[in-house]
């Protein structure tokens, strides 16, 4: 350990008796505890008392921590062993060894990969899309013009509206009899329109169409905005003295300052669309013909309709295996684009 | 750790660092958590609200014999739990409770309402493995069998020979549903012989130039009056002749009525290739896609016959509730028959029953038993069936309850069919949920016309066999 560099800090006097304080990622009672050590260690009378100090700070987080291993951490223990046994709920689990994995890799399962794909498909698609529609929509909100609260409030309505409700709602616009979509075509002039989430060719596109409607307005923008408005408008007047237009600004200072947001958006975009589920268990039901059974649509059924929960888990982690790959791919693709300031260029 | 310190790291982690774990973590734990919204948790059953139509008067009395006398009752008080799915049966439970409870006072009725189907059953069977379910079961045809098989009824052979409790007046189809390897694991408590009805807009086949006899005369019939009834070309219709049900229920009535059937009676080979079950999916493809509403396209058939856009329906027992003369509200006249008879000679059907079990594990199996008496008694039958709370009881007793009879128009049509109405198939290793759900996707095509029919039911039967090829899960 360097004694100097605690923490990234440099060596400090000891913040005994300082107000509750945080550095950049550290509590402050770490803080207080890790400082304390290079100060204190020689008597052991103040030794006890950084103890007691520690020893709160794990009763502050032990409700989250003893949450967090109760309902999250053990079911996913026994997730895992599920996912080698045999397992209808009722009976007792049956260790079947690797058989589920084998199952769901060399053909087993009829769904399985087909599954995967459209996911992966859906994925491609729908990420790029909400983190530019997102984008782009934040920019337009970050512009100060007039009635921007009203405008800000109008797209971030939709993301509001629960995932059931606004797939009941677009399975009426869908409606190729008389919904409103169709109704619309006619009047100008489209004879046979398609029938969206009835036919197997237009339901994927369909279900995106609605996804996005509720993706573009809601927390991406507003995390894109937070992260607009923190930048320094200095840099924005500095770039206009030097001449840079309005896409150069954009360009070479919005971007680059915005990456650290794009690269979370990102991640969290990855995840959520790879988990993509309500709006084709309600909308589709997978259908038709399969065309919208995601992965995860799969895994719900195989659990609880089929009854299979030692497949559905080894299908759980599978889906964790990958989402954690895909993660850590995209932290190290990150080095190449993501920019901290303040942060050393590497 | 060094000397009971902590230590936070040799080096300062970066931003890039801290962000990197962080990710990594919150991944991790978003992609365990599954599906992006939680479903929403079973609500309990609603009071019934003020100003409700109050149940009727007590049922007048029946020439059947009447539920075996009740056992005393014993000294001390016990609990028994109820698991009913959400909606009408359970909302009626809820009504009828104080009644029994009033009449057993030593014996108190718990309700524990849960979703309803497809999650009902697997809440069940975790509630079961947990010691947690209730000491009463509803448990419909849909996976009753499955039960069975896992141990979760209790055989009530035993209990009904103790009690000397006749069953001379229960329908055989309908004991037949809930028997397991020959026993009696659960009683018909409500029962209906599926989509083998017809329910129509006169006024609308008035237009159409068709009457209800004449287009009830056959399935060729049916076809040429819904397409005389239907205006406006496929996919821009304002107005359709003909609305089939959907599911392999509905499926297995028009099958049966050609002379077919889904899969065997061992339940693992499928009999949808066979000539009369390729007729039946004939009809039913060409009523889709010449008269119906597209086929999977989020439409609601009762709200489309109430606002009179739809000449006819094929109808279960519930579709005379819903939507009911409420819902149509004297804008035009309607009606309730069966569905016309196939190339067979009979009306296909399927019989099905909402069952009532007691749980395996049950600690008060005597108590419940009472319960379940009261439950299957023709006076409160009468009272649920005439309040719209549920169907008849398979027994004699209820399903020629004069007052049902002339006030039912539904089960008056239905009531002939119930004394050879034809059972419930299931597949060998019980996966009926997966089968039907499998059904839907791979005929849905077939109905739109998106493929043609040869090779829709070849790529259809495959996948369909695969599923009844599976072991049990």
Redesign the interface.
Known sequence: ??PD?????SRRAPLRGTSPTRT???PAH?MV??AN?SSV?ATPAK?RR??AT?FQGWLWASPWILGFVLW?LGP?LWSLYLAFTRY????APIWVGLDNFERAFQGGD?LFWPSLGRTFTWALVMVPLSLMGSLLTALMLNQGLRGTAILRTLFFIPSLT???ALAVLW??I??????AL?YLL?EIGV???P??????RYAMPSLMVMSLWGAVGGGTMLIFLAGLQGISQELYEAAEIDGAGRLARFRNVTLPLLT?TIF?NL??GV??A?????TA?V????????AT?FY?LH???T??????LGYASAL?WI??VI??GL??A??RL??RW?Y?E??EAI | M???????????????G???MA??G????????????AKPAAEAPKAPAAGAAAPTAAAAATKAPAAAPTTAPAAKQVEIHTNFRQGGDAEWQARLMPKFMEKNPNIKVVLDTLPAE??Y??KV??L??TGQAGDFIWASNGNFL?YAE???PRELDSIISKDKYDLGDYTKVGLDNMRYQGKVFGMPWGSHCQNCLVMYNEDLLKEAGVTIEQAVASYDALYEAAKKATKGAA????Q?GFLPAGGQTALNCNLRAFGGETYDAAGKKLLMNDPAAIEAIKWTQKMWKDTA???????NGDELFATGKIAMVQAGYPNHFVPGDKAIAGKFKWGITLMPKGPKGIVGTQFTVNGITINSASKQPDATWEYMKFMMDPVTQEEIVLNNGGRPAARKAVLDNPKIMSTVTSHKAMRPLYDTALGWPAPANS?W??FT?AL???M??IW?G??ELDPGMKSATT?LQ?ILDKPK?
């Not at chain 1, 560099?5 to 800090?9: A, E, I, K, N, P």
């Not at chain 2, 992609?31 to 992006?36: H, K, V, Y």
């Not at chain 2, 996919?235 to 304002?238: A, D, F, H, I």
């Open positions: 350990m360097y560099r605690v923490c990234g800090t950049w990622g550290k770490a505890a890790v050590t260690r030794r950084w103890r520690d999250t996913m209808s709920i009722i009976r009829s629960p995932a059931v399975r009426w869908y409606q190729p009899d008389f919904g169709n006619r004879n046979s329109p029938a969206w989430l009835a036919d197997a650290p979370f991640i969290i995840i959520a790879l988990r993509t589920f309500t268990f909308a589709t039901g997978g259908g038709p013909n399969y059974w995860i895994l719900y059924q659990a609880f309709q089929n009854f299979e759980a889906f964790f989402v954690i993660t850590l995209n932290l990150s080095r993501v901290y303040g942060e | 060094i000397n009971g310190e902590l230590e936070f790291g040799r080096r300062a982690p970066s931003r890039r801290f962000l990197a990710m990594v919150v991944s991790g734990v978003l992609a365990a958590c599954g599906g992006e919204e497809p999650e059953w697997a069977a975790a079961f493995a499955g896992n141990g979760v996919g821009s219709r304002t359709f509403p597209v086929f999977g396209s989020g439409f996966r949920p997966e759900t839907d996707q791979v849905g095509p739109t998106a493929i996948k695969e899960s």
